[in-house]
């Protein structure tokens, strides 16, 4: 099947920070790659929908300042974890689609982020 | 809203069958019923994907009654290894909604 990478696995800073992840499609174009957040023990939630060269569409509650996306490339979708705090921490996981079979998306191993 | 329901968690033992049902009373005309599977710190991944009556590939099969309000995954001899979080979506859409899922606890 395709294949979706991330980048880093998993990362610690300090609070005040920022952070980026990175969400690679390394077999496939992705014209719409998706970001979620899932905490311990919970179901992943939907942060927001990335469309290439064009404004991410975030999901209500979710502050689009806080976490810049930017999908530059078919290839490529970045989430920025701007001025990250102690509850930011987190599991962060993109998922991007490839066509094909309806409604199946593929997912990226997750990011680890753990906020000092 | 949740759009789908099912049972919060199962434990089965080794070299058993594994039915887990998923409640969609709602299904619109269009959607798909779709099921993924998650392990710990790792992404979820696609197992099967279904319309109507009954899908098998070479994990699972998914069935599903023709009024379509329901379907259940069907784990073959399931192992160890099958211990993880199953979801059931429904929907066309690009956009996935994930609902609680159901954490399946394989016993040796």
């Known amino acids: 099947g395709a294949v979706v990478s991330q980048h880093p696995s998993r990362v610690i800073c300090k609070s005040g920070t920022s952070v980026k992840i990175e969400c690679r499609s390394l077999?496939?174009?992705?014209?719409?790659m998706f970001w979620y957040r899932q905490f311990p023990k919970q179901s992943l939630m939907l942060m927001a929908t990335?469309?290439?060269?064009?404004?991410?569409?975030?999901e209500q509650g979710v502050e689009k300042d806080k976490f810049l996306i930017n999908h530059a490339s078919l290839t490529l979708s970045t989430l920025t974890v701007t001025s990250a705090h102690p509850e930011d921490s987190s599991f962060y996981i993109c998922?991007?689609?490839?066509?094909?079979?309806?409604?199946?998306?593929?997912f990226g191993p997750g990011t680890r982020l753990t906020v000092l | 809203l949740a759009k789908t329901t099912q049972p919060i968690s199962m434990d089965s033992y080794e070299g058993q069958e594994v039915n887990i049902t998923c409640s969609h009373n709602?299904?619109?005309?269009?959607?798909?019923i779709t099921w993924y599977q998650q392990f710990p710190s790792q992404g979820p991944r696609f197992i099967i994907q279904?319309?109507?009556t009954k899908v098998t590939n070479e994990v699972a099969s998914l069935f599903i009654p023709a009024d379509r309000k329901s379907s259940t995954l069907s784990l073959p001899r399931v192992s160890l290894s099958d211990t993880a979080v199953y979801y059931c979506?429904?929907?066309?859409?690009?956009?996935?909604?994930f609902g609680k899922g159901t954490r399946l606890h394989i016993l040796p």
């Open positions: 990335s469309n290439e060269g064009s404004k991410a569409t975030y």
């Open positions: 077999d496939f174009q992705a014209t719409t």
């Open positions: 709602n299904i619109a005309t269009n959607d798909y």
């Open positions: 979506l429904r929907g066309r859409d690009d956009k996935i909604i």
């Open positions: 279904g319309y109507k």
């Open positions: 998922s991007a689609r490839a066509g094909g079979r309806v409604y199946e998306q593929f």
